[in-house]
């Protein structure tokens, strides 16, 4: 019979002991997890004795079973991949949903699929069977329903893999049970190294490997079992799994009968003092879990004894330790972990500038969150050669949120988020300027789901029109593939080869693999390997999926939404590898990535409290235990009937259960708590820890770079305080310094433009210091500012330090190209007052935000104003007018209404209920205004409409009235027309056969004219209304100009006349008019302001005062105009009530202004000093 030897060692004596090991072999066969073969192989060819890296058999798990299969000749079923078993599982699910009692409401969960398969493996690995949980009967009925779903779904997981397939645990099995036919292990010596701890199908390996079967000479000579435990230190709590499953597989060996010897590796190789005492008392907390106890046949096995003594030995050997040279060990306390990583490459360069070579460093990133995507961007900017051995979701790739976008229209009928998610890809035919339309366009017209299936809505500006027609060819183009795609797949009798033939090809028409092909070629040209072997594994690992999908639903009718979800499901789970891809560069990777005999120089990231916790799976701790438990009754319960001989044979009458229908009886050990994984975390970081040989850096963060909070771990935090004592100057970092020196151009700038903005109004700041830091930043501003490469950005942060605004504007010729295709307009020039930054983003770049779903103010407006100017013209025809009864006036309105409302259909104010309420609102409140307009005009006298959305300078024969342009000079001569639409103007014919005209503009808000808004270009509309009227109305004299307030009014109250009267003075108008009794009184109900030195309110007027305010707003105008051909463009915001203009700006994120610098506070307009208005030029 074989010998077994079962090897415990630290972390640093691992790999010397399986060198060992090979070196006195005689027919070594290595067996190591699957990630680190390659490191394996590096190691035992620098270390191993000269006798042939090929005679040499090195394998993982995937290529033992492999291996097995090709020597045996024991292929016949096909293997099924992870992918393959989430995608049958998610079938399973879904067949079986109604008879599901606990994941009935679950199913479509794209995890669930994952977490279920991973559970069964565990049932699988521990010798379960689906009989065996619906015989558990738990107190808790959630959890008997949760046992009745997974031994249901098991059960027809196992129908689908038949005899036909089988998966990565049944091919394990199987390699197992026919490893000794294969003659692999015959007289071999079968190293098994490496592993976290004695897993179920290592014990399977084993106990095939050395049983006994008589005539058979084909099993191993001996097995030895290396791991890395240990039971005796007061770091132990961390290798409690490994020393837990070393006791039992040590009372499973002596429970069959096999000779064993355990023994403690002592072979270390040489280690810093420091870097040693780190790597013992790292975890040296004293924490020991608590006893464990199996029994069996009347026999009590102690497989964790019970912790006190070992505990008080262990923490008196921890105190007698004496604290050596720590001097090689530093720790790093981060501000936020943006400058935690700059702080690693700043590590990583001072390194290599003592000489230590690249690969000779490593970096291992605990925090799985934030610094495994921020971490290689840092290293890429500061030059540093590394390699990221890091799994990658396929998710991150493009093309897998192309397809998964693709699966998700096909299933949830075309939602916006999916289309949008599929055109930002890159993997469609549209444009980056067409993707930008495409969602702005869909996002303010609300194209969702079936409205994607009906053609754009077109305007009738024929701007606008355009537009909408360009848009809908893109539709058609990305839709219509889609749709046709979509009847095709839910044919009734589609089969999974038939839907996988189908997704193949649209992806191969919509040029998929073109587009991979060019990215490739761009990443060529940057030198990225990796992104190019990222690219390729995604569209292979998509590819198996529809193949999966093709051969195990083959001829087997799918569903199309069937067919998403399993789709869904396994690209949950799917992850893509990262390969090396350079020889001489920095490893990077999680803690548990790590296995070699040491590297010099290790940084060990993200030593955080919060990343020590792992998610639940499918069953809870109390479930788990629980099971454990149950195992163990019935186990003993076998047991004892056996070595009683009272076990009767089975009734032939009954149907057995599985549980009692065999003598293999089941482990009772299924998966790990929750409790060994967190240990097992530890434990490796401890790993990680143990791997520097010269130099060590430990560091966390307090902070993610979003701001939220971070907690260093209680290791890291006792680490500091031990070093702190022995060499304080080893300990940096904290919350106010960051120690971080100019390593790398890129961030020395960043850090200058800092410093400088601090210190610029100061004398203590680096530019006048003499300390070494101080001089070290001057250098580094110098060299920077010489460097042809980072001079003009330099320069750029140079000259950010002394401007009061934040640019100095463009050329009149450059103002002349960017403006001439935009037409002037009033509203233009009061957005110049309000902020020239502004003016230049929205008129001359023609910048715009995304749009959003909602009725904007500026719709709601052009709503009333139609309503209000469709009402007028034809109630205006009618002989009564104005005496028109009210209930005349509802049946024109409704009709009006109804006419206008019917532009709704399908956008947002018919939505839900919320945006339906709204409309309902809106509708509301012009129907107010218009009824408190005709009572006002059926007063006598009266002004009266004479037209509504009166034209000037733009020719409209619809129009009763043209009236001309309002036109000035500017200062080069050029001659510039102003154009527009004036809401209404009324008229009013007093008995002195005067004839006056009345403005009045519509505003959903009652406002007053301010003298001081004029004077800076942010009220000029009204005024320069007034002007065109007075320009083009022969005949008639000016009475002023009004706003009118259009909107919904309520009123507490019963009585009919207390409300009207109330509605009428809540929508009275307001602005400036002349002070004439007779003119105010045709006009009620207005509001007229006294004027008074304590505002600028402009109101009553006399007939000069209104033709100097006129007069200055042409002015104003006229200067504004000038400043905006000259190129002005500094950002200057003009705050003109409560609320800055930057508040509502559609640019806030293309602004350059900063109200911290000197000179570039926020300018407020003060209404309580009234301006003087500019002197009126000759």
Same mark, same amino acid.
């Given at each position: 019979?074989?010998?077994?030897?079962?090897?415990?060692?630290?972390?640093?004596?691992?790999?010397?002991?399986?060198?060992?090991?090979?070196?006195?072999?005689?027919?070594?066969?290595?067996?190591?997890?699957?990630?680190?073969?390659?490191?394996?192989?590096?190691?035992?060819?620098?270390?191993?004795?000269?006798?042939?890296?090929?005679?040499?058999?090195?394998?993982?798990?995937?290529?033992?079973?492999?291996?097995?299969?090709?020597?045996?000749?024991?292929?016949?079923?096909?293997?099924?991949?992870?992918?393959?078993?989430?995608?049958?599982?998610?079938?399973?699910?879904?067949?079986?949903?109604?008879?599901?009692?606990?994941?009935?409401?679950?199913? @479509?969960?794209?995890?669930?699929?994952?977490?279920?398969?991973?559970?069964?493996?565990?049932?699988?690995?521990?010798?379960?069977?689906?009989?065996?949980?619906?015989?558990?009967?738990?107190?808790?009925?959630?959890?008997?329903?949760?046992?009745?779903?997974?031994?249901?779904?098991?059960?027809?997981?196992?129908?689908?893999?038949?005899?036909?397939?089988?998966?990565?645990? =049944?091919?394990?099995?199987?390699?197992?049970?026919?490893?000794?036919?294969?003659?692999?292990?015959?007289?071999? %010596?079968?190293?098994?190294?490496?592993?976290?701890?004695?897993?179920?199908?290592?014990?399977?390996?084993?106990?095939?490997?050395?049983?006994?079967?008589?005539?058979?000479?084909?099993?191993?000579?001996?097995?030895?079992?290396?791991?890395?435990?240990?039971?005796?230190?007061?770091?132990?709590?961390?290798?409690?799994?490994?020393?837990?499953?070393? #006791?039992?597989?040590?009372?499973?060996?002596?429970?069959?009968?096999?000779?064993?010897?355990?023994?403690?590796?002592?072979?270390?190789?040489?280690?810093?003092?420091?870097?040693?005492?780190?790597?013992?008392?790292?975890?040296?907390?004293?924490?020991?879990?608590?006893?464990?106890?199996?029994?069996?046949?009347?026999?009590?096995?102690?497989?964790?004894?019970?912790?006190?003594? @070992?505990?008080?030995?262990?923490?008196?050997?921890?105190?007698?330790?004496?604290?050596?040279?720590?001097?090689?060990?530093?720790?790093?306390?981060?501000?936020?972990?943006?400058?935690?990583?700059?702080?690693? +490459? %700043?590590?990583?360069?001072?390194?290599?500038?003592?000489?230590?070579?690249?690969?000779?460093?490593?970096?291992?990133?605990?925090?799985?969150?934030?610094?495994?995507?921020?971490?290689?961007?840092?290293?890429?900017?500061?030059?540093?050669?590394?390699?990221?051995?890091?799994?990658?979701?396929?998710?991150?790739?493009?093309?897998?949120?192309?397809?998964?976008?693709?699966?998700?229209?096909?299933?949830?009928? $075309? +939602?916006?988020?999916?289309?949008?998610?599929?055109?930002?890809?890159?993997?469609?035919?549209?444009?980056?300027?067409?993707?930008?339309?495409?969602?702005?366009?869909?996002?303010?017209?609300?194209?969702?789901?079936?409205?994607?299936?009906?053609?754009?809505?077109?305007?009738?500006?024929?701007?606008?029109?355009?537009?909408?027609?360009?848009?809908?060819?893109?539709?058609?183009?990305?839709?219509?593939?889609?749709?046709?795609?979509?009847?095709?797949?839910?044919?009734?009798?589609?089969?999974?080869?038939?839907?996988?033939?189908?997704?193949?090809?649209?992806?191969?028409?919509?040029?998929?693999?073109?587009?991979?092909?060019?990215?490739?070629?761009?990443?060529?040209?940057?030198?990225?390997?990796?992104?190019?072997?990222?690219?390729?594994?995604?569209?292979?690992?998509?590819?198996?999926?529809?193949?999966?999908?093709?051969?195990?639903?083959?001829?087997?009718?799918?569903? /199309?939404?069937?067919?998403?979800?399993?789709?869904?499901?396994?690209?949950?789970?799917?992850?893509?590898?990262?390969?090396?891809?350079?020889?001489?560069?920095?490893?990077?990777?999680?803690?548990?990535?790590?296995?070699?005999?040491?590297?010099?120089?290790?940084?060990?990231?993200?030593?955080?409290?919060?990343?020590?916790?792992?998610?639940?799976?499918?069953?809870?701790?109390?479930?788990?235990?629980? /099971?454990?438990?149950?195992?163990?009754?019935?186990?003993?319960?076998?047991? &004892?009937?056996?070595?009683?001989?009272?076990?009767?044979?089975?009734?032939?009458?009954?149907?057995?259960?599985?549980?009692?229908?065999?003598?293999?009886?089941? $482990?009772?050990?299924?998966?790990?708590?929750?409790?060994?994984?967190?240990?097992?975390?530890?434990?490796?970081?401890?790993?990680?820890?143990?791997?520097?040989?010269?130099? #060590?850096?430990?560091?966390?963060?307090?902070?993610?770079?979003?701001?939220?909070?971070?907690?260093?771990?209680?290791?890291?935090?006792?680490?500091?305080?031990?070093?702190?004592?022995?060499?304080?100057?080893?300990?940096?970092?904290?919350?106010?310094?960051?120690?971080?020196?100019?390593?790398?151009?890129?961030?020395?700038?960043?850090?200058?433009?800092?410093?400088?903005?601090?210190?610029?109004?100061?004398?203590? =700041?680096?530019?006048?210091?003499?300390?070494?830091?101080?001089?070290?930043? !001057?250098?580094?501003?110098?060299?920077?500012?010489?460097?042809?490469?980072?001079?003009? &950005?330099?320069?750029?942060?140079?000259?950010?330090?002394?401007?009061?605004?934040?640019?100095?504007?463009?050329?009149?010729?450059?103002?002349?190209?960017?403006?001439?295709?935009?037409?002037?307009?009033?509203?233009?020039?009061?957005?110049?007052?309000?902020?020239?930054?502004?003016?230049?983003?929205?008129?001359?770049?023609?910048?715009?935000?995304?749009?959003?779903?909602?009725?904007?103010?500026?719709?709601?407006?052009?709503?009333?104003?139609?309503?209000?100017?469709?009402? #007028?013209?034809?109630?205006?025809?009618?002989?009564?007018?104005?005496?028109?009864?009210?209930? !005349?006036?509802?049946?024109?309105?409704?009709?009006?209404?109804?006419?206008?409302? &019917?532009?709704?259909?399908?956008?947002?104010?018919?939505?839900?209920?919320?945006?339906?309420?709204?409309?309902?609102?809106?509708?509301?409140?012009?129907?107010?205004?218009?009824?408190?307009?005709?009572?006002?005009?059926?007063?006598?006298?009266?002004? #009266?409409?004479?037209?509504?959305?009166?034209?000037?300078?733009?020719?409209?024969?619809?129009?009763?009235?043209?009236?001309?342009?309002?036109?000035?000079?500017?200062?080069?001569?050029?001659?510039?027309?102003?154009?527009?639409?004036?809401?209404?103007?009324?008229?009013?014919?007093?008995?002195?056969?005067?004839?006056?005209?009345?403005?009045?503009?519509?505003?959903?808000?009652?406002?007053?004219?301010?003298?001081?808004?004029?004077?800076?270009?942010? %009220?000029?509309?009204?005024?320069?209304?007034?002007?065109?009227? %007075?320009?083009?109305?022969? =005949?008639?004299?000016? @009475?002023?100009?009004?706003?009118?307030?259009?909107?919904?009014?309520?009123?507490?109250?019963?009585?009919?006349?207390?409300?009207?009267?109330?509605?009428?003075?809540?929508?009275?108008?307001?602005?400036?008019?002349?002070?004439?009794?007779?003119?105010?009184?045709?006009?009620?109900?207005?509001?007229?302001?006294?004027?008074?030195? @304590?505002?600028?309110?402009?109101?009553?007027?006399?007939?000069?005062?209104?033709?100097?305010?006129?007069?200055?707003?042409?002015?104003?105008?006229?200067?504004?105009?000038?400043?905006?051909?000259?190129?002005?463009?500094?950002?200057?915001?003009?705050?003109?009530?409560?609320?800055?203009?930057?508040?509502?700006?559609?640019?806030?994120?293309?602004?350059?202004?900063?109200?911290?610098?000197?000179?570039?506070?926020?300018?407020?307009?003060?209404?309580?000093?009234?301006?003087?208005?500019?002197?009126?030029?000759?």
């Amino acid at each position: 019979m074989a010998i077994i030897r079962i090897v415990t060692t630290r972390a640093p004596g691992l790999i010397p002991s399986l060198v060992k090991e090979i070196d006195r072999a005689a027919n070594p066969v290595v067996l190591i997890p699957e990630s680190f073969t390659l490191a394996c192989e590096t190691e035992i060819v620098s270390r191993s004795r000269e006798k042939g890296f090929f005679d040499l058999k090195i394998f993982s798990p995937s290529s033992l079973v492999r291996e097995v299969r090709e020597l045996t000749g024991r292929g016949s079923k096909k293997p099924v991949s992870a992918d393959g078993q989430n995608m049958i599982i998610s079938q399973v699910l879904h067949h079986h949903q109604e008879e599901l009692r606990y994941y009935r409401d679950s199913v @479509a969960q794209p995890t669930l699929a994952q977490k279920i398969a991973g559970q069964i493996n565990d049932f699988h690995r521990a010798r379960l069977t689906p009989g065996f949980l619906r015989d558990f009967d738990p107190s808790s009925r959630r959890t008997k329903a949760k046992m009745e779903d997974m031994a249901l779904v098991w059960d027809g997981y196992n129908q689908v893999l038949g005899n036909q397939f089988e998966d990565a645990v =049944g091919q394990w099995l199987s390699a197992v049970g026919h490893i000794r036919k294969s003659g692999l292990i015959r007289n071999a %010596q079968l190293l098994i190294y490496g592993f976290d701890y004695i897993t179920h199908d290592i014990l399977n390996l084993v106990d095939a490997a050395i049983s006994d079967n008589g005539a058979d000479r084909n099993g191993a000579a001996e097995v030895v079992i290396g791991l890395i435990s240990d039971d005796v230190g007061p770091d132990r709590e961390i290798f409690r799994a490994a020393n837990d499953s070393v #006791l039992a597989l040590m009372d499973y060996l002596s429970h069959n009968g096999y000779a064993f010897t355990q023994q403690r590796e002592t072979m270390i190789p040489p280690i810093d003092p420091g870097i040693a005492y780190v790597e013992k008392s790292i975890y040296a907390t004293g924490a020991f879990a608590s006893e464990k106890i199996y029994e069996r046949r009347d026999e009590v096995t102690v497989i964790r004894p019970d912790p006190a003594e @070992a505990k008080k030995q262990a923490m008196a050997d921890l105190n007698r330790s004496e604290i050596p040279d720590m001097s090689h060990v530093r720790v790093y306390y981060a501000k936020n972990s943006y400058l935690e990583c700059q702080h690693a +490459c %700043q590590t990583l360069i001072d390194w290599h500038r003592e000489g230590i070579p690249w690969e000779d460093m490593a970096i291992a990133v605990c925090e799985q969150n934030t610094l495994p995507s921020l971490l290689p961007l840092t290293l890429s900017a500061s030059g540093i050669p590394f390699n990221a051995k890091q799994d990658q979701p396929i998710l991150m790739s493009g093309y897998a949120q192309y397809f998964l976008s693709l699966l998700r229209i096909l299933r949830l009928n $075309f +939602c916006q988020n999916d289309v949008l998610r599929m055109i930002k890809t890159g993997f469609t035919p549209l444009s980056s300027q067409d993707v930008m339309d495409m969602e702005n366009y869909v996002r303010k017209n609300g194209i969702h789901r079936g409205r994607w299936l009906k053609p754009f809505y077109m305007p009738e500006k024929a701007a606008e029109k355009e537009k909408a027609e360009h848009m809908e060819a893109l539709r058609q183009q990305l839709i219509d593939p889609i749709v046709e795609l979509r009847d095709k797949l839910s044919q009734k009798g589609c089969t999974g080869r038939q839907a996988a033939t189908l997704l193949f090809g649209f992806i191969t028409d919509a040029g998929i693999y073109d587009r991979l092909l060019a990215q490739e070629d761009v990443l060529a040209e940057q030198g990225d390997d990796l992104g190019i072997d990222r690219n390729r594994q995604v569209w292979t690992a998509i590819n198996e999926l529809l193949d999966s999908v093709a051969v195990f639903i083959a001829d087997e009718p799918l569903p /199309l939404h069937d067919l998403c979800t399993m789709l869904e499901a396994s690209m949950a789970s799917r992850m893509i590898k990262s390969l090396p891809q350079l020889s001489r560069a920095v490893m990077v990777a999680p803690p548990q990535m790590f296995f070699s005999s040491g590297v010099r120089c290790m940084i060990v990231m993200g030593l955080q409290e919060s990343e020590l916790s792992t998610g639940g799976g499918i069953l809870s701790e109390h479930e788990r235990s629980q /099971l454990e438990q149950f195992i163990e009754d019935a186990n003993r319960e076998f047991y &004892k009937q056996q070595s009683a001989g009272g076990m009767e044979g089975p009734d032939e009458s009954a149907e057995p259960s599985e549980a009692e229908s065999s003598d293999i009886r089941p $482990f009772s050990k299924i998966g790990q708590s929750l409790l060994d994984l967190a240990a097992r975390q530890k434990q490796d970081v401890y790993q990680a820890v143990s791997l520097a040989r010269e130099q #060590l850096m430990i560091s966390c963060s307090s902070a993610k770079p979003s701001g939220g909070v971070l907690t260093p771990s209680t290791a890291f935090k006792r680490l500091s305080k031990v070093i702190a004592d022995m060499n304080p100057a080893n300990v940096s970092g904290g919350l106010m310094n960051t120690d971080i020196r100019p390593f790398a151009p890129a961030f020395a700038l960043e850090t200058l433009a800092v410093k400088l903005r601090d210190t610029k109004d100061s004398r203590d =700041g680096f530019l006048h210091g003499s300390g070494t830091e101080d001089i070290l930043w !001057q250098n580094a501003l110098g060299s920077l500012y010489n460097s042809d490469t980072w001079r003009e &950005k330099t320069t750029g942060v140079l000259n950010g330090l002394h401007v009061t605004v934040t640019t100095t504007g463009i050329t009149p010729d450059q103002a002349a190209r960017l403006y001439q295709s935009r037409a002037m307009s009033i509203s233009r020039v009061e957005t110049f007052g309000s902020c020239p930054w502004r003016h230049l983003l929205q008129y001359g770049l023609d910048l715009f935000p995304t749009a959003t779903y909602v009725f904007e103010r500026n719709e709601q407006g052009t709503f009333n104003h139609d309503v209000i100017k469709m009402f #007028l013209d034809e109630a205006m025809k009618l002989p009564e007018w104005p005496d028109i009864s009210e209930h !005349q006036q509802n049946v024109l309105l409704n009709r009006i209404l109804r006419e206008r409302v &019917k532009q709704w259909e399908g956008g947002i104010l018919r939505s839900d209920i919320v945006h339906r309420f709204q409309g309902v609102s809106i509708i509301h409140g012009v129907r107010t205004s218009i009824a408190s307009l005709m009572r006002s005009f059926q007063q006598k006298p009266h002004f #009266l409409p004479m037209a509504a959305e009166v034209p000037f300078g733009m020719p409209d024969v619809k129009s009763a009235f043209n009236l001309p342009p309002i036109s000035i000079t500017t200062a080069d001569g050029a001659v510039i027309a102003f154009s527009g639409r004036i809401d209404r103007i009324d008229k009013l014919v007093l008995p002195d056969g005067k004839t006056y005209f009345m403005i009045v503009d519509n505003k959903m808000s009652s406002r007053d004219v301010k003298q001081n808004s004029i004077i800076a270009g942010l %009220q000029l509309q009204l005024p320069l209304y007034i002007r065109a009227a %007075q320009n083009g109305l022969t =005949g008639f004299e000016a @009475a002023g100009g009004l706003y009118q307030p259009v909107k919904d009014v309520l009123v507490d109250g019963d009585d009919a006349g207390k409300i009207i009267a109330q509605i009428d003075k809540d929508l009275q108008t307001s602005g400036i008019i002349l002070d004439d009794k007779g003119i105010q009184d045709a006009m009620k109900p207005v509001k007229i302001a006294r004027k008074s030195d @304590a505002n600028d309110t402009i109101s009553a007027v006399t007939p000069e005062e209104l033709q100097s305010v006129l007069d200055c707003a042409v002015d104003i105008v006229t200067g504004r105009v000038n400043r905006i051909r000259s190129g002005e463009t500094a950002p200057m915001p003009l705050q003109d009530g409560l609320q800055s203009p930057c508040s509502w700006c559609d640019h806030a994120d293309g602004c350059l202004y900063d109200s911290t610098l000197p000179g570039c506070k926020i300018r407020e307009l003060d209404h309580k000093h009234r301006m003087e208005m500019p002197a009126q030029k000759p």
